[in-house]
């Protein structure tokens, strides 16, 4: 057991602050060297050109002047809250929304939260989304994701039979994403959550959407699971932008829990190919 | 696949000379509209009102810009998913409008639109914001300010890069790409 650690919900605003800002404007280094790798492997000219104006982009926006994409998304965020913690100082969740809400003024970035029937602006990109996980000791980690409605609207979560099996959801997920084509602006980061729940998949496949890019699962099963997807769909010929080519999908990542046994719960959450998200550990 | 430079408004010349897959560099003026301007925008057209711009010639832009910085005239500006505006493209196609910029797939009708009104579909590389802010040298509310990142902008814009999705021939640019590298892993 940890000692109980105060900590202090400014603390967690401010770096709630730092991280929307960081996200918004600046491509994590994975996601930047898994597409300079696909660049490397591309056969498609128009591919290149997509890509290397990627690349141009990733380089304006770091300058400070523009952020990577227009839609710069609503603020999820991922909290692991040691069970020994106590929050000081005000209210953790006020203290994220303020983060966000800040942030958002102050970067110049576009609000994107409305009311879901008569579409009114909020203009305050809020509320943040919010997951919490408690875990042992005493400290916060935090996940920013910066999501796009583009991306995510190319999402889905799926009741599949028990007997669809391994070869029901590798078929779900391929032609999901053939189905989805240019929209979710490929090349795509594809999370997959495998069992647990109806809601329990989708934070899942959410969850996996922010793995080192690339890095195969732990479990051997579903490593070979993620690359036999990740060729199928990359078989596609969509190629970055949806302009054809090699690029569809630049990984799949997989997260997996049991399961009811008159269940198989599955879900598909997209990431784009600006895929912005930031993490600190208080 | 060619490449050309073209000047807004358009003429049925400009977009008939268009196959998918050329590359044109866009300039003059463009309105900006997504889903909610379009809703109005279609609206207003049911009741006879006047319209925030006259469409004959047009290109749309389905975008939603971020904030502009102190001292430029917007902030980072690429397409958004052209299929939300699946309902209202033809109508406004039919009212002359020779263009739309966005990215993803449209409807069968919007392909339909463009081959019998002589209209084209261009797609911009979605995420590329940053780079395609850079390329708008005005901006200008002109409707709905209300509506924040989804008010209608006029927008001047000088050289923007994009690609010919469906041309007025009934061909599709996402589709073509496709068959072209399927199968080569
Ligand atoms: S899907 Fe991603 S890159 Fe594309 S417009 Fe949305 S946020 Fe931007």
Redesign the pocket.
């Known amino acids: 057991m940890s000692e109980i650690r105060n900590v202090s919900v400014k603390d967690i605003e401010e770096a709630i602050y730092k991280l929307a800002l960081d996200a918004a404007y600046h491509i994590p280094e994975d996601i930047l060297e898994a597409e300079k790798k696909a660049y490397e492997n591309e056969k498609s000219e128009t591919a290149k050109k997509v890509l290397e104006t990627i690349f141009e982009n990733i380089q304006v926006s770091s300058e400070e002047e523009f952020p990577?994409?227009?839609?710069?998304?609503l603020g999820i965020i991922f909290m692991e809250v040691g069970q020994d913690v106590h929050f000081t100082d005000g209210y953790i969740i006020d203290a994220i929304n303020n983060g966000v809400e800040r942030a958002y003024k102050d970067g110049y970035l576009r609000k994107s939260s409305c009311h879901p029937l008569t579409r009114a602006n909020y203009g305050n990109n809020l509320p943040a989304i919010v997951h919490t996980f408690v875990v042992p000791g005493n400290k916060v980690k935090l996940i920013f994701d910066?999501?796009?409605?583009?991306?995510?609207s190319m999402s889905k979560v799926q009741m599949l039979k028990p007997a669809d099996g391994r070869a029901g959801i590798v078929q779900t997920v391929v032609d999901w994403m053939i189905q989805a084509g240019p929209?979710?602006?490929p090349p795509t980061i594809v999370g997959v959550g495998i069992g647990g729940d109806f809601e329990r998949a989708a934070v899942m496949a959410k969850h996996a959407t922010l793995r080192h890019v690339g890095q195969p699962s732990d479990d051997p099963e579903l490593a070979d699971m993620e690359q036999e997807i990740l060729t199928k769909i990359n078989n596609s010929g969509i190629g970055p932008a949806g302009l054809g080519g090699l690029t569809t999908a630049l990984a799949v990542h997989i997260e997996m829990q049991p399961c009811h046994i008159a269940t198989l719960p599955l879900a598909i959450n997209t990431?784009?190919?600006?895929?912005?998200h930031k993490e600190i550990e208080l | 696949m060619a490449e050309y430079k073209l000047t807004t408004p358009l003429s049925d010349d400009d977009i008939i000379k268009l196959k998918a897959g050329d590359k044109v560099l866009l300039s003059g003026v463009v309105y900006t509209a997504r889903d909610a301007a379009h809703m109005r925008i279609v609206e207003s057209i049911k009741k006879g009102e006047e319209l925030p711009f006259d469409p004959k010639g047009q290109v749309i832009y389905y975008v939603g810009p971020s904030p502009a910085r102190p001292g430029k005239p917007i902030g980072s500006a690429?397409?958004?998913?052209s299929y939300r505006m699946n309902p209202f493209a033809p109508i406004l196609i039919e009212l002359g409008q020779k263009g739309m910029i966005g990215?993803g797939k449209m409807s069968d009708e919007v392909k339909e639109a463009c081959v019998k009104y002589k209209a084209c579909y261009f797609a911009s590389i979605?995420?590329a914001?940053a780079v395609v802010g850079k390329a708008v040298k005005k901006a200008e509310i002109i409707a709905y300010p209300e509506l924040g990142p989804e008010a209608v902008r006029r927008l001047e814009v000088e050289d923007m890069p994009l690609f010919v999705c469906y041309d007025a021939h009934g061909n599709d640019l996402y589709e073509i790409a496709k068959k072209e590298w399927a199968n080569k892993l």
Do not use: I, M
Request: glycine share 24%; charged share 15%; net charge positive.
């Open positions: 990577l994409c227009q839609d710069t998304g910066a999501k796009g409605g583009g991306s995510e929209n979710p602006c990431a784009c190919h600006v895929n912005r | 690429g397409p958004t998913t990215k979605g995420g914001a």
